[in-house]
């Protein structure tokens, strides 16, 4: 039986993975989606200081 990681390995280099790994990139390149992540990140970090 395969491991979680492994499964998730195959998956990623299939036609759907790729499909979804190239789609993610387009959104990351995005500055309003860039600005989004710092954002949570910076509140995230906040949150662990306490």
Same mark, same amino acid.
């Given at each position: 039986?395969?491991?979680?990681?492994?499964?998730?390995?195959?998956?990623?280099?299939?036609?759907?993975?790729?499909?979804?790994?190239?789609? *993610?990139?387009?959104?990351?390149?995005?500055?309003?989606?860039?600005?989004?992540?710092? *954002?949570?990140?910076?509140?995230?970090?906040?949150?662990?200081?306490?």
């Amino acid at each position: 039986m395969a491991t979680l990681t492994q499964r998730v390995r195959a998956f990623l280099q299939g036609p759907q993975g790729r499909r979804l790994v190239d789609q *993610g990139r387009r959104e990351l390149a995005k500055p309003e989606n860039q600005r989004r992540l710092r *954002g949570l990140f910076s509140r995230l970090q906040n949150r662990r200081r306490y």
